[in-house]
Nanobody
Framework: QVQLVESGGGLVQAGGSLRLSCAAS????????MGWYRQAPGKQRDLVAS???????NYADSVKGRFTISKDYAKNTVYLQMNSLKPEDTAVYYC??????????WGQGTQVTVSS
């Protein structure tokens, strides 16, 4: 069983920054892809950013240039640095991990609220 624990959410004013953390219970070098998704009330869960085992990254168009996903192998943690936050970034943010042969895993989510 793989556990993912998110932290770092909160309330911030528009234009501000937050850094989300996702700590994995296993060595992240063994995880094929890790990502951050978000879900606003009444909307579907959408991909925000992802990073592969080769450190390739992918971002949703709406966050390109503002968000950065990164990994710390020593801490088995993936980060999402969010800058220039907008009210439309308000959502519950979920960490995900896909492990070949085992499937996908989700964290419990962390709330991000951006006030205008």
């Amino acid at each position: 069983q793989v556990q993912l624990v998110e932290s770092g959410g909160g309330l911030v004013q528009a234009g501000g920054s937050l850094r989300l953390s996702c700590a994995a219970s296993i060595h992240i070098f063994s995880i094929a892809t890790m990502g951050w998704y978000r879900q606003a009330p009444g909307k579907q869960r959408d991909l925000v950013a992802s990073i592969t085992s080769a450190d390739g990254t992918n971002y949703a168009d709406s966050v390109k240039g503002r968000f950065t996903i990164s990994k710390d192998y020593a801490k088995n943690t993936v980060y999402l640095q969010m800058n220039s936050l907008k009210p439309e970034d308000t959502a519950v943010y979920y960490c995900s991990a896909h492990i070949q042969g085992l499937g996908g895993y989700w964290g419990q989510g962390t709330q991000v609220t951006v006030s205008s």
